[in-house]
């Protein structure tokens, strides 16, 4: 049973006026079997936070560890981690022009799993794992994320979480852009993923709307680059009805200033 530990982490991004810290001291366990949520109000650094597991180039973690069953990931290369077991769900997954999903889905497989899965079972598991997330089968043939639209490269992220199994999912508000069909399809796919009490999951999003479908052990509020409060489902209802504010001040607010402007 794999678990996740960030223990007091520091990460800062390159700005016009040199670095500037983001994370400011994360503490976090998420153990198989159990659905952490993270809210906080734009510019608070969750993204940050996904981007620093998974080992975006672009943020530098200046101290603190990561811990998946207990190897620092942050000693590890961006593929070594994904082969480790983590994955990442990007807010914005990037276009890849002349790469088939059907080349890049066998690709990631065959990395992650070691070897190569048979062909015959291999068309088995893809096709029914489009048919749960109603992606139609051409899409197979067609480059990664290129010309699809918010909805299809969610469901697309989605189909790598079911096919790839990490042992800990990251989610980076994968319900932004979804009209209510596809959200229900996504939690769905999300939903299946957990079922077998193996996996571990990161969830991060603004709103509730996505915590109607899958429903959290902990929801931690993330403000000023670190977790404010840890609470059960309930605490997502509070958010809902009276916001951030209680969370929010001058430390949130340098925060937020810090990503504008490496932007």
């Not at 996904?50 to 672009?58: F, N, T």
């Not at 199994?165 to 299946?192: F, Y």
Request: charged share 25%; glycine share 10%.
């Amino acid at each position: 049973m794999s678990t996740l530990e960030i223990k007091d982490l520091h990460a800062s991004v390159t700005t016009e006026d040199g670095p500037k810290e983001i994370l400011r001291g994360v503490n976090l366990t998420i153990r198989a079997g159990e659905t952490h949520a993270i809210m906080g109000p734009n510019g608070s650094g969750k993204s940050t936070l996904a981007y620093a597991i998974a080992g975006h180039p672009k943020y530098t973690t200046t101290s603190g560890e990561v811990l998946l069953d207990g190897e620092n990931v942050l000693e590890m290369s961006v593929d070594e981690r994904a082969r480790a077991g983590l994955f990442l769900a990007m807010q914005y997954p990037v276009e890849v022009p002349g790469v088939s999903m059907a080349n890049f889905l066998r690709s990631a497989a065959t990395a992650t799993r070691g070897e190569a899965p048979k062909l015959r079972t291999w068309v088995k598991e893809v096709k029914s794992a489009m048919t749960d997330l109603d992606i139609d089968a051409e899409f197979a043939d067609r480059s990664v994320n290129e010309g699809f639209s918010g909805g299809e490269k969610k469901r697309h992220e989605v189909l790598q979480l079911a096919l790839l199994n990490p042992k800990i999912a990251v989610l980076d508000e994968t319900d932004s852009g979804l009209d209510v069909d596809a959200l229900r399809v996504v939690s769905e796919g999300i939903n299946r993923y957990r079922e077998s009490g193996e996996n571990g999951v990161l969830l991060i999003t603004h709103y509730t709307r996505i915590l109607n479908h899958i429903k959290p052990d902990k929801v931690h509020v993330f403000a000023g680059g670190k977790i404010v409060e840890s609470g059960g489902p309930e605490l997502a209802d509070e958010l809902e009805a009276n916001g951030y504010v209680r969370f929010t001040g001058a430390e949130a607010a340098s925060v937020e200033s810090g990503l504008a402007n490496a932007r």
